[in-house]
């Protein structure tokens, strides 16, 4: 098991389910779980201290979604609230790994998700700026 990977570092955002994320059977639609997921990135993010907007402007990156794989387990339904959470699996120069899971009742979904580091004009691949490196390492160490 990778050491990011312990309860110590799981990050938990909550989300109520509204009538607009639900499709005409009155479960969520599966696209809107990427949502749920996103927010709980940034959220993570931002508990990290550092905003996207700050990231875009002092360092000149951006963080784009590379690669989505997700399972979707069991229905989540209008009204209910829901924990995604967030845990960092791998790092790279470029790229991050999460695993996220969105939680009711029952677990509903369950997701990898990596997104990579890019530059903000040009949309290269760019290094992930060090303090956020140092911020993760400082986790994984148990800080």
Known sequence: MNPLLNASHLFTWPVRVYYEDTDSGGVVYYANYLRFLERARTEWLRAKGFEQTHLMTYHHVIFVVRKVQIDYLSPARFNDTLSITVQVDAVSR????????????????????????????????????????????????GH
């Open 94 to 141: 470029t790229t991050i790994e999460f695993v996220q899971r969105v939680v009711g009742e029952r677990e509903c979904a369950r997701a990898r998700v990596k997104v990579a580091c890019v530059d903000a004009v040009t949309f290269r691949p760019a290094r992930i700026p060090n303090e956020l490196v140092q911020t993760m390492e400082s986790c994984q160490n």
